[in-house]
T-cell receptor
């Protein structure tokens, strides 16, 4: 059974800092990995999707990397802003439609103004 | 499209009462998922439907939980009788069959006292 772990569970940094969120998974037989953002009281918004054949994906100040063989992914946020404060969830897709998504418990990020 | 719509947004009920959560998926999507999110366990898939047919309900915690999808535009998750340990945020998501990108509703925060 696939298990996804996110470290740290919570992180608080001053505005402007670059930061890295970590995600690890136990079964490397994945099709892709996604990073989601969840704001308080809201649903999940997909940020980046990395296919298993890719090493990284970039969107604006966000960069996600994938090392499938070691079962790890990182989400790099450059020049953090207070608006980046949210919970970030990592999910791996092991096949069978979106039902094959296994989520981590998330990293709760606070960017201090 | 307004996205996945869930109702109610918040529900507070007494132990033993029946609770019904509702979901309207994105028009045209043919897969629908119910997730439960808690601090302890993170996001857990409860059940999913393809073309209105329940495919896998192995995530449903016990017989007190039931889900229906009478048509392509509506689904319910019912808990009867409710217990305090059912308190969580329940998310509905929809997608196209086989597509990993699922779109989430804003969730229903359930509190059972």
């Amino acid at each position: 059974k696939q298990e996804v772990t996110q470290i740290p569970a919570a992180l608080s940094v001053p505005e402007g800092e670059n930061l890295v969120l970590n995600c690890s998974f136990t079964d490397s037989a994945i099709y892709n990995l996604q990073w989601f953002r969840q704001d308080p009281g809201k649903g999940l918004t997909s940020l980046l999707l990395i296919q298993s054949s890719q090493r990284e994906q970039t969107s604006g100040r966000l960069n996600a990397s994938l090392d499938k063989s070691s079962g790890r992914s990182t989400l790099y946020i450059a020049a953090s802003q207070p608006g980046d404060s949210a919970t970030y969830l990592c999910a791996v897709y092991s096949g069978g439609g979106a039902d094959g998504l296994t989520f981590g418990k998330g990293t709760h990020l606070i960017i201090q103004p | 499209d307004a996205g996945v719509i869930q109702s109610p947004r918040h529900e507070v009920t007494e132990m033993g009462q029946e609770v019904t959560l509702r979901c309207k998926p994105i028009s045209g999507h043919n897969s629908l998922f119910w997730y439960r999110q808690t601090m302890m366990r993170g996001l857990e898939l409860l059940i999913y439907f393809n073309n209105n047919v329940p495919i896998d309900d192995s995530g449903m915690p016990e017989d007190r939980f039931s889900a229906k999808m009478p048509n392509a535009s509506f689904s319910t998750l019912k808990i009867q009788p409710s217990e305090p340990r059912d308190s969580a945020v329940y998310f509905c998501a929809s997608s196209l069959i086989g597509d990993t990108e699922a779109f989430f509703g804003q969730g229903t925060r359930l509190t059972v006292v």
